[in-house]
């Protein structure tokens, strides 16, 4: 979260509260620092259709809490009517009624007229990963960087499983509302992303990469991606703040374990000599 966004928001709500601003001012400054907050206060980029729905539900919320009370409709509106019924006004409702709709006008005129390019720079859907990196203060050397727990699949199956189990539940405590019940692409957020994230089911994707490269993504997220590896717009966060190396290595396994593919094996050129 950009503190250097959220404060200010908080202290603007806080001077209110000291003056004792009325209902409308209330309203409308939560409604703005709501929308600031959730589009500007994350350093994860958010997608524009994701601060649609939040703003929307926001907007529901606060229509509710005003219009369940006839006392505080009425103080909700008093400042509207004062607007449009009282002379001393005139020039402020003036202003409004050309201002609103020029700025309104404007933000569409804007919108459809904007040109559609194409990225100025190559694009790679799997981008190559770092020779290293950094989780939970650990580095990684990404040449030699294997699965620690895929090994057991020969050497030890019952531990293996007791893997494979705790991957299933970091999925779906974590990853399923995105990714789905299928690992398809089809979880229930999924309308709400773009790019949609990754179909494990495609042959083209998790088998085609080392369980490494999987590492590295799940750790980083969309914060993590390279230049060559945009623009993108990916919500995925960075789960290494959420997660433990362990449990990272555990949803790789399940992952691979549920859509029945296998991860690709490194060639002798890649193996560590």
């Known amino acids: 979260m950009k503190l250097m966004v959220v404060l200010p928001l908080l202290a603007a709500i806080l001077a209110l509260r000291f003056m004792k601003a009325n209902l409308f001012t209330w309203i409308a400054t939560i409604w703005v620092a709501f929308f600031i907050a ?4 994350f350093s994860v980029p958010i997608p524009s259709s994701v601060v649609g729905i939040y703003v929307s539900v926001a907007s529901i919320a606060l229509f509710t809490y005003v219009t369940s009370d006839r006392g505080r ?13 009282e002379k001393r006004y005139t020039m402020l409702l003036a202003l409004v009624v050309l201002l609103v709709p020029t700025l309104v006008a404007g933000n569409v005129y804007r919108t459809m007229s904007a040109a559609v390019e194409g990225p100025f720079f190559s694009r790679t859907v799997h981008p190559a990963p770092p020779a290293e ?3 939970h203060d650990k580095k990684f050397d990404m040449i030699t960087l294997q699965n620690p727990f895929r ?11 007791v893997h494979l189990q705790n991957g299933r539940k970091v999925y779906y405590q974590n990853c399923v509302f995105c990714h789905g019940d299928s690992m398809a ?3 229930m957020f999924v309308h709400a992303l773009n790019p949609i994230p990754t179909n494990f089911t495609d042959k083209g994707t998790i088998a085609m990469l080392q369980e490494s490269f999987l590492f590295w993504r799940i750790s980083k997220g969309g ?5 060559e ?6 919500a995925m966060p960075a789960w290494e703040h959420f997660l433990t190396e362990d449990e990272i290595w ?4 399940f992952v691979y374990d549920f859509t029945g593919q296998r991860p690709r094996a490194r060639d002798e050129s890649e193996k560590p000599k």
């Open 38 to 41: 959730v589009r500007f206060g």
């Open 73 to 85: 409709l009425k103080a909700f509106v008093a400042p509207l009517v004062r607007l449009m019924t």
């Open 133 to 135: 990196i950094t989780v």
């Open 151 to 161: 090994p057991l699949e020969k050497d030890n199956p019952e531990q293996f499983k």
């Open 185 to 187: 692409a089809n979880g």
């Open 223 to 227: 914060p993590g991606l390279p230049e």
């Open 229 to 234: 590896g945009g623009p993108w717009d990916t």
């Open 250 to 253: 555990d949803v790789v396994l």
